[in-house]
């Protein structure tokens, strides 16, 4: 449920940097499951249903934190290069990568594949 996790609605601009701006419940509203199920919905008829009446709602254990970018997972993959330049590294990467993998399914990692991005000094980021 997007307003318990967070929805990114538009951006903060401050100088250069871009920051997304999300609304979500309350702590208060969310850390209860008594008070999420009571949550009360409009139905485009004007019925007013609490999420209770909508769908089972229960306390799954998870990871404490998924990392997410624009509403999107984000799994970084760092390395160290050692008796290379890293620019030739990065290009081999990147070449060995666009050959090989053709989606993250690929990999065997669960979910859609969205996009891969490169950082580092080839790329002028550092």
């Known amino acids: 449920m997007e307003s318990i996790s967070g929805k990114v609605v538009g951006q ?21 499951l008594e008070q999420i199920a009571g949550i009360t919905l409009t139905s485009p008829g004007g019925e007013r249903l609490s ?5 089972e709602i229960r306390e799954v254990r998870g990871p404490k934190l998924i ?9 970084a993959v760092q390395c160290n290069v050692r008796g290379r330049d890293v620019g030739s590294f990065i290009a081999e990467a990147q070449r060995r990568i666009s050959e090989q993998v053709t989606s993250l399914r690929d990999t065997g990692w669960n979910g859609a594949a969205s996009s891969k991005t490169w950082s580092g000094p080839a790329n002028g980021f550092w």
Do not use: M, Y
């Open 67 to 75: 990392p997410r970018e624009w509403s999107k997972r984000r799994i």
């Open 51 to 55: 999420l209770l009446k909508l769908t």
């Open 12 to 32: 903060v601009v401050e100088d250069q940097l871009r920051f997304p701006l999300a609304v979500r419940l309350p702590e208060s509203l969310r850390s209860n």
